[in-house]
């Protein structure tokens, strides 16, 4: 099971980005979903998630700009960023703990996406 993101890129302030994250390789039901992201020099952040029952949390810095969701009949998820600013520039990964089924076991994972970078610059 693997998760691959995509929709990263360079886009000016102000403008919007849509992220996506898709879980593919096994039958694997995801229980939360979340978005991180690290910029040169800082720590990974926490920036998004959402659960099983589509609960939802942000980081105070991106409140009221970003929306978290997620399509469980394609096992993906999205981040939409809106007013994107210049501190927003990072690279972004997406995360899934969930359980994969294979076909005599399960077993339950936490899975990272290889990471797309937005960059906010006018």
């Known amino acids: 099971v693997q998760l691959q993101a995509s929709g990263g890129g360079l886009v000016q302030p102000g403008g919007s980005l849509r992220l996506s994250c898709v879980a593919s390789?096994?039958?694997?039901?995801?229980?939360?979903m979340a978005w991180y992201r690290q910029a040169p020099g800082k720590e990974r952040e926490l920036v998004a998630d959402?659960?099983?029952?589509?609960?939802?949390n942000y980081a105070d810095s991106v409140k009221g700009r970003f929306t978290i969701s997620r399509d469980n009949a394609k096992n993906t998820g999205y981040l939409q960023m809106n007013s994107l600013k210049s501190e927003d520039t990072a690279v972004y990964y997406c995360n899934a703990r969930g359980v994969a089924y294979y076909s005599d076991y399960a077993e339950h994972l936490e899975l990272w996406g290889q990471g797309t970078q937005v960059t906010v610059s006018s």
């Open positions: 390789g096994s039958i694997f039901r995801i229980n939360t």
């Open positions: 959402i659960t099983g029952g589509s609960s939802t």
